[in-house]
Structure formats: structure tokens, C-alpha cells
Nanobody, 120 residues
Framework: QVQLVESGGGLVQPGGSLRLSCAAH????????VGWYRQAPGKQRELVAA???????DYADSVKGRFTVSRDNVKNTVYLQMNRLKPEDTAVYYC??????????????WGQGTQVTVSS
């Protein structure tokens, strides 16, 4: 069975840091594109950062220079390092893994989410 498990969320003051983890069970993250999404109350879910199997990364403009996505294929885990956090970063953060095979069948998995609250 496939399961993505996020951890590392919590309450942090503005300017602080958090490191989120997404551990995969039942799939090998190494061949997947893994994205971090977030959803704040009253807002649409948005892509925050993504890392492809080859290591290519992409970030939302709102987090560029502050967030870093990385992967550890040995541990089958993807991380999101969040620095200089702002109140507007408050949201539930979700891990997503995507893979399309050679006959264009897509595989798409989501974690349960972890709450990040940035407040003084």
C-alpha cells in the first residue's frame, strides 16, 4: 500500500524556521516528481515547491529564497526547509508524488497534511 507521511509542522514565530519531511511507503521517491503544496483558509491549494527525479527544483515566487526542497533517496524522504517564515506562510502543507509511465498511465499520491502556523 502506498502512503505518504508528512511531519515537522508546528507553531513558529515570524522569522523562524521549520523543516518538513515527507516519507514514502510503498513507492520509491527516486522516480517520482515530489511537490509540496499548501492550503490556507479561504484560499486555493497552491504549489509551493517541487523536485523532479533528476533533481530539478521549482518554487513559487512567494517562497523563493526562503524555502528549499531536497530529497534523500536512501531514506525515501523529501524535505522542505522553510526559513524566514512569515504569517502568510500559515497553512496546511501537503506532500504529493507524481509519476507517468511509458504508456502515459499516471500515478498520483497525497499525504494527509501537516499544519504550519506562523504567529507571534
Amino acid at each position: 500500500q502506498v502512503q505518504l507521511v508528512e511531519s515537522g509542522g508546528g507553531l513558529v514565530q515570524p522569522g523562524g524556521s521549520l523543516r518538513l519531511s515527507c516519507a514514502a511507503h510503498g513507492i520509491s521517491f527516486s522516480v517520482y516528481t515530489v511537490g509540496w503544496y499548501r492550503q490556507a483558509p479561504g484560499k486555493q491549494r497552491e504549489l509551493v515547491a517541487a523536485i523532479a527525479s533528476g533533481g530539478f527544483t521549482d518554487y513559487a515566487d512567494s517562497v523563493k529564497g526562503r524555502f528549499t526542497v531536497s530529497r534523500d533517496n536512501v531514506k525515501n524522504t523529501v524535505y522542505l526547509q522553510m526559513n524566514r517564515l512569515k504569517p502568510e506562510d500559515t497553512a496546511v502543507y501537503y506532500c504529493n508524488a507524481k509519476f507517468t509511465d511509458v504508456v502515459l498511465v499516471s500515478y498520483d499520491y497525497w499525504g494527509q497534511g501537516t499544519q504550519v502556523t506562523v504567529s507571534s
